[in-house]
């Protein structure tokens, strides 16, 4: 009787590490099921990442479509490749569609910011988006007002 | 000195055996045989090492030269499993506190070396340890704790406890100290009983000569790492040996000197002037 | 002069010598099986001293240092006008550092010292010789289970302080300074790796599992037999392991960010 008790205590013990251990992929560190299998890839070419990573959001009128997946530097172009999943269900982006880096509030995360095109044919997998907007670096953007200020 | 054990088999062989605790030597050259089936006392002045000798049979201690040989083979040479086959079946060993499991109860504590090393069923491991138990008068103890028993009854389970695999050889560890004379009575009843109904070689250590006497059928003295008397104690207290006498007798002065060696009492007084 | 440093000498021999032994217990009960060998129950016997028992103490301490941790960090990362960094922070501290570590020094203090003076009790009673000479080894059948419920439960313990903590950094963030619950999770999500963050920090406590249970185990089964001695082997034990356990801290830190 006592034994069984101790048993039923380890196991409850086993199991809370185990939620412990969900919730930690899940909730903690995002890791979502849903990712494997019913996506695709599409790519696209920025001149300035700004601090985008891997795993930042994909978004499209403020919703969340997709992830980036992986990022790489063309070394034809100089320029950084970015591949990104996007959820099958949202198989109807335009073929002209174009991609924005956006930062989440002044000093927030990085993300890309979907805004569709007008084309009746859509991307699949492996296709480029053509129309890019780089990150908008502080720096630069500081540096141009002064520049435009000693100008006027 | 051994004529008298000459007409018994030797069970246990301690051959030229010297042992260092740290650097002060414990034995030097020992040399003594116990014979099969009979009761021996092994006694002598506190700190001479009777308990080492125990563990060195018990191979929980190893000599640095000599033999211990238990049934001809050497306990010291054994490897680790060897050694754990011999004292699963051959040896018991009662220690001065008796070494019960406190988290266990008296049943469980008797049954613990057959759940261990049998395959019996649990009838027959029931049947095996009321039969031990009772054996030491304490069957109707069966469901109580070690915190619940007194010192006596602790060395009793005890007792029942190492000799549930049936042993050849049992060793005890200063089983009388610290019990009242009812107590020592049925632990003196108790060695006695099991060495004549099971021919138990018996190794018993301990300071009380008088109950030693009672129930031994041979008396080892120990002093300074060498035997200084083996025989029976009718013997030994009629032998030629001072030393021997001294402790048998219990003389506060003697060949052991009531003085530990030190200098000229009157120079040791004088020397003391501040300087 | 001559005499200080004859007993240095001593120290150090003696030191050397009993990591030669810690060393020896360690490769004999490492593995299961052997004359007498414990069973699956007394594992799991163990894990219930061990593990569950330790259980309270971890959770409350893993709530209380969620909390402080958003606290101070809200107070710090609103200067910089951050915030929605809290969660981030809150997490990734925990699950790097903070959970096991913390996580292993309340185990030390806990289970650890518990084993000690439960092991050196044993020995001083003389239960563990009792074993050996009913044929039971005696490192088999009380150290082996032992050790081994230290190993997997401290990696459990750090994962529900951590856990916790998150949580109750959340309760603080979100409930009492009314941070948007969203921006807490959602950073946090971004930036908190399974692998990278998760798992190292896991493998952390299981080494640190390993390490104090072994000196717990060792310090008991190496006292002095009487009751002064198992106090002073209860209180190396928490000493050397709570020593051990930062020190490994900054090893396994430095060997896995691969920056020194």
């Known amino acids: 009787m006592r034994m069984r008790n101790v048993e039923f205590m380890v196991g409850g013990f086993m199991v809370m590490g185990i939620i412990a251990l969900v919730l930690m992929a899940f909730r903690v560190s995002g890791l979502s099921t849903d990712a494997v299998g019913d996506t695709y890839t599409i790519k696209a070419r920025f001149e300035n990442l700004g601090g985008l990573t891997d795993r930042a959001k994909v978004s499209l009128a403020g919703v969340t479509v997709g992830r980036v997946t992986n990022v790489t530097l063309d070394k034809e172009y100089y320029a950084a490749v970015v591949e990104m999943e996007i959820d099958s269900s949202m198989n109807v982006l335009p073929s002209d569609t174009s991609a924005a880096i956006l930062t989440a509030g002044l000093l927030g995360e990085k993300y890309i910011g979907l805004s569709v095109g007008a084309e009746m044919d859509y991307l699949k997998e492996g296709d480029w988006v053509q129309d890019t907007q780089s990150a908008i670096v502080l720096e630069e953007l500081i540096s141009r007002f002064l520049f435009n200020k000693a100008e006027g | ?275 | 002069m001559i005499e200080s440093i004859r007993n240095l000498g001593r120290a150090g021999v003696d030191s050397v010598a009993s990591m030669g032994r810690a060393g020896n217990l360690f490769v004999q009960s490492i593995t299961w099986g052997g004359p007498g060998s414990a069973g699956f129950l007394d594992f799991i016997r163990q894990i219930h001293s061990v593990g569950v028992r330790s259980l309270s103490i971890i959770v409350v301490a893993g709530f209380f240092v969620g909390m402080v941790l958003a606290l101070q960090g809200y107070n710090i990362l609103i200067k910089f006008g951050s915030v929605s960094a809290l969660g981030t922070m809150v997490s990734l501290t925990l699950l790097r550092e903070l959970g096991p570590v913390m996580a292993a020094l309340l185990f030390a203090g806990r289970a650890g010292s518990a084993l000690t003076a439960e092991i050196g009790l044993m020995k001083a009673t003389e239960q563990l010789s009792a074993m050996e000479m009913m044929g039971v080894d005696p490192l088999k059948r009380v150290i082996t289970p032992r050790l081994w419920a230290g190993i997997i439960s401290l990696p459990i313990l750090a994962l529900l302080f951590s856990t916790v903590g998150i949580w109750g950094g959340a309760f603080v963030a979100v409930d009492m300074l009314g941070l948007y619950d969203g921006a807490y999770w959602s950073n946090m999500q971004n930036t908190v790796m399974f692998t990278e963050d998760v798992l190292k920090g896991l493998f952390k406590a299981l080494v640190f599992g390993l390490v104090v249970t072994w000196i717990a185990v060792y310090q008991g089964y190496d006292s002095e037999p009487t009751s002064e001695g198992i106090g002073k082997a209860t209180t190396k034990t928490v000493v050397i392991s709570s020593l051990a356990v930062l020190g490994l801290d900054f090893i396994l830190t430095a060997v896995m960010l691969g920056g020194v």
Not at chain 2, 37 to 61: N, Y
Not at chain 2, 146 to 173: C, F, K, N, Q, T
Not at chain 2, 225 to 233: A, E, R
């Open chain 2, 1 to 275: 000195m051994s004529e008298s054990s000459s007409h018994a088999e030797a069970h246990v062989k301690i051959q030229d055996v010297t042992f260092y605790r740290g650097t002060r030597r414990i034995y030097d050259g020992l040399n003594v045989a116990f014979p099969r089936g009979k009761i021996t006392a092994i006694m002598g002045p506190s700190g001479t090492g009777k308990t080492t000798l125990l563990r060195m049979i018990g191979g929980q201690l190893r000599a640095d030269k000599g033999q211990v040989l238990v049934d001809e083979a050497d306990v010291g040479k054994m490897s680790r499993s060897d050694l754990f086959e011999l004292r699963k079946n051959k040896m018991g060993m009662l220690f001065q506190t008796s070494g019960l499991f406190t988290d266990l109860n008296v049943f469980e504590n008797v049954a613990f070396p057959l759940r261990v090393h049998t395959n019996l069923s649990e009838n027959m491991i029931r049947d095996l340890v009321l039969m031990k138990l009772e054996a030491v008068g304490l069957r109707g103890a069966r469901e109580m704790m070690p915190a619940e028993l007194s010192g006596g009854m602790i060395r009793r389970v005890a007792l029942a406890r190492s000799i549930a695999m049936d042993p050849e050889l049992i060793m005890y560890d200063e089983p009388f100290t610290g019990l009242d004379p009812i107590s020592m009575g049925m632990i003196l009843r108790l060695i006695k009983g099991l060495n004549e109904a099971l021919g138990l070689t018996s190794l018993l250590v301990s300071h009380d000569v008088d109950e030693s006497c009672q129930i031994a059928d041979y008396l080892c003295i120990l002093s300074e790492g060498k035997v200084i008397g083996f025989g029976t104690p009718d013997e030994l207290r009629n032998g030629d040996n001072a030393e021997v006498r001294q402790f048998l007798n219990g003389d506060p002065d003697g060949p052991v000197p009531f003085h530990y060696p030190a200098a000229d009492y009157r120079e040791d007084l004088m020397a003391g002037d501040p300087s």
